[in-house]
């Protein structure tokens, strides 16, 4: 699976963005897809993923964007889609997607992912 992500760009704070995460290949429903961000000189960090097709599609977020992030997934498209609302300057950073196939309960560790896309950059001024 080869994973593309774009939809990034400046924002103000309070906008909305979202990014897609474009995927090649027809084992794509099999995944669990996680999207992450990384700011300047920080770590990694999780943002969101959400579950395998035919399980429920269960989601799950960090703490900073939960009421404010959706994520969600088109199978027919290949595609799964991070919609960003109420965007707030801490949310600046480069966001990239990943798939992995580890058990539910460790989707928040990077290190479980393979298949990183390019990241796509969002920028939100105050």
């Known amino acids: 699976v080869q994973l593309q992500a774009s939809g990034g760009g400046l924002v103000q704070a309070g906008g909305s963005l979202r990014l897609s995460c474009a995927a090649s290949g027809p084992s794509f429903r099999n995944f669990h897809v996680g999207w992450f961000r990384q700011a300047p000189g920080k770590e990694r960090e999780f943002v969101a993923a959400i579950m395998r097709s035919g399980t429920g599609s269960s989601t799950r977020y960090t703490d900073s964007v939960k009421g404010r992030f959706s994520i969600s997934r088109d199978n027919a498209k290949n595609t799964v889609y991070l919609q960003m609302n109420n965007l707030k300057p801490e949310d600046t950073a480069v966001y990239s997607c990943?798939?992995?196939?580890?058990?539910?309960?460790?989707?928040?560790?990077?290190?479980?992912?393979?298949?990183w896309g390019q990241g796509t950059l969002v920028t939100v001024s105050s």
């Open positions: 990943a798939v992995t196939q580890i058990v539910w309960a460790y989707v928040e560790e990077s290190r479980r992912y393979s298949n």
